[in-house]
T-cell receptor, first 115, second 115 residues
Framework: KAGVTQTPRYLIKTRGQQVTLSCSPI?????VSWYQQTPGQGLQFLFE???????NKGNFPGRFSGRQFSNSRSEMNVSTLELGDSALYLC??????????????FGSGTRLTVV | GDSVTQMEGPVTLSEEAFLTINCTYT??????LFWYVQYPGEGLQLLLK?????DKGSNKGFEATYRKETTSFHLEKGSVQVSDSAVYFC??????????????FGTGTRLLVSP
């Protein structure tokens, strides 16, 4: 059974650029969530998608956006990159929306470096 | 909002030693509790979970008991191995205003096990 697949694994971007990260959930999982991991702030919730709709959003500026496709694959976009956006971005999937009863299965992450 | 507090690391142990990583939480409701593990260069893996008071989660020799009276979910293992060296995250499911749930993570505790 394939796990959660995130691409690319590593990215280097310049300030002001935009970036798109991709996540393919486990087959049959309909919920996809995104988290940002940094040494200073730890793991912070970005947003959750279920059935192509954003269900929850964390406390991040509008430069962070996402979407989910009909096959449950999700993309996350960050526009006008700032140095502080350098982080490991983790995607997680769950059979249903919310993580209360199931927990998540995480991907290996995309490490974004903004220079 | 809800929060999780973990003991500072790193925790340094010799192989076959007993492990305890403390975790306490603050929550207004009745969250589910989780332990995740992150190996170098990888995403997070769900280690164990407990969904109600007095539940004991267990996996791969690790155990944690949901203690509502002390708001704790301490991780224990009777005999650690070098391969257990990783960062361990305690987390709870937090019900958002939308009625849905996200995970709130502690800051992580690094475990180093020497032969």
């Amino acid at each position: 059974k394939a796990g959660v697949t995130q691409t690319p694994r590593y990215l280097i971007k310049t300030r002001g650029q935009q970036v798109t990260l991709s996540c393919s959930p486990i087959s049959g999982h309909r919920s996809v969530s995104w988290y940002q991991q940094t040494p200073g702030q730890g793991l912070q919730f970005l947003f959750e998608y279920f059935s192509e709709t954003q269900r929850n959003k964390g406390n991040f500026p509008g430069r962070f956006s996402g979407r989910q496709f009909s096959n449950s694959r999700s993309e996350m976009n960050v526009s006008t990159l700032e140095l502080g956006d350098s982080a490991l971005y983790l995607c997680a999937s769950s059979p249903r929306q919310g993580a209360g009863l199931y927990g998540y299965t995480f991907g290996s992450g995309t490490r974004l470096t903004v220079v | 909002g809800d929060s999780v507090t973990q003991m500072e690391g790193p925790v340094t142990l010799s192989e076959e030693a007993f492990l305890t990583i403390n975790c306490t939480y603050t929550a207004t409701g009745y969250p589910s509790l989780f332990w995740y593990v992150q190996y170098p260069g990888e995403g997070l893996q769900l280690l164990l979970k407990a969904t109600k008071a007095d539940d004991k989660g267990s996996n791969k020799g690790f155990e944690a008991t949901y203690r509502k009276e002390t708001t704790s979910f301490h991780l224990e293992k009777g005999s650690v191995q070098v391969s257990d060296s990783a960062v361990y995250f305690c987390a709870l499911s937090d019900r958002m205003n939308t009625g849905f749930q996200k995970l709130v993570f502690g800051t992580g505790t690094r475990l180093l096990v020497s032969p």
